[in-house]
């Protein structure tokens, strides 16, 4: 079990607490006077990400974590809004090169502005918070971010090589999940402990290390529930089979399945390309036959169990209370 170590210099700051909704509120405000902008595009842009920023899991888990060592909340807030702020950026980008006209039952910017304001939008909330975090002039939070949206283009490269091909090994799938979600979690983890005044190596701190846990557990939760529990994620099942990605649950199955049984996976993966809706049933049916929702659901656990003991670790109750109760929020989604 890790330990955190406690920074009492803020100590008294944690007693202001805000809840989580507040929060939110003021990570949106931040964020939308971090990307105020002349042009119109970039105005409707910015309300965009503003309305469009689903549950704010990362600023969230960036505040109480660092409020968990009483860290000061106003600089907690806008790293969790630059943090944001490179998440939506690659989304933009992301719906463009997938073509997605729809992001969690709404139209999506490139649907709204166009593909060519939106890569371009994109670009600009990027180098719009690159320049606020530079004003804050400190070296180590460029590294970090610089570092994160590095590695978000390499991931997103990566699976782009790898779409529609369904021999895709699990480790390169490992290198896609940690350079897609888990690295902003692990961002997260890395600016608390930059925060705090210490020298240690914030990669490699107890903190980071949650933080990728936590990124890591959240991308193969949704996979999951992709193939298991589409209703959850308000989507439609299968999502990532129809569009040639190949996930935790696909691997597992591919590994497990006898050479008839993957034979007719290979070919239900080429014909679901071409609609055919009986690839759908097939695949079901496949994970049903090796118990591949058992197999996925009992790593889950095991990665839920750790979590758990981590998050247990951290010194200030009222925080740590609160990132228990919104991690066991995402629990309950997927529990049954």
């Not at 630059?82 to 992301?94: G, K, T």
């Not at 981590?310 to 919104?326: M, N, Q, Y």
Request: hydrophobic letters at 40%.
């Amino acid at each position: 079990m890790l330990v955190f170590s406690r920074n009492a210099n803020h100590e008294g700051e944690t007693k202001k607490l805000d809840f989580p909704q507040r929060v939110i509120a003021q990570t949106n405000k931040k964020i939308d006077a971090i990307l105020r902008g002349d042009l119109k595009i970039l105005r409707n842009l910015s309300k965009y990400v503003v309305k469009s920023g689903g549950k704010r899991i990362r600023p969230l888990f960036l505040y109480y974590l660092g409020r968990a060592h009483h860290l000061p909340a106003n600089d907690l807030i806008a790293l969790g809004a630059l943090l944001e702020i490179v998440h939506a950026a690659s989304l933009l980008h992301d719906d463009v090169v997938d073509h997605a006209d729809v992001r969690r039952g709404k139209p999506t910017a490139a649907r709204l502005f166009g593909n060519k304001e939106v890569v371009l939008g994109g670009d600009h909330l990027l180098s719009t918070g690159l320049k606020y975090l530079n004003s804050l002039k400190n070296t180590h939070y460029m590294t970090v971010f610089t570092d994160a949206i590095c590695a978000l283009t390499e991931a997103e490269l990566l699976q782009m090589e790898y779409q529609g091909n369904f021999a895709t090994p699990l480790k390169i799938h490992a290198r896609i999940v940690d350079g897609k979600t888990a690295v902003l979690f692990r961002a997260a983890g890395a600016l608390v402990k930059i925060l705090s005044n210490t020298q240690a190596d914030f990669y490699h701190s107890k903190e980071a290390q949650l933080g990728e846990l936590f990124g890591r557990y959240f991308q193969h939760r949704d996979d999951f529930l992709d193939y298991f529990d589409a209703k959850s994620l308000k989507k439609k099942g299968l999502q990532d089979f129809k569009n040639g990605i190949a996930t935790r649950p696909l691997i597992f199955l591919r590994e497990n399945a006898n050479p008839h049984d993957r034979k007719i996976l290979t070919n239900a993966w080429k014909n679901i390309q071409k609609g055919n809706v009986q690839s759908e049933a097939i695949v079901l049916s496949l994970m049903q036959k090796y118990a591949i929702e058992e197999k996925c659901r009992e790593l889950l656990r095991k990665d839920e169990e750790e979590i758990l003991d981590l998050l247990a670790t951290l010194p200030e109750p009222k925080a740590r209370g609160v990132l228990i109760h919104e991690f066991e929020k995402i629990l309950a989604v997927r529990t049954k």
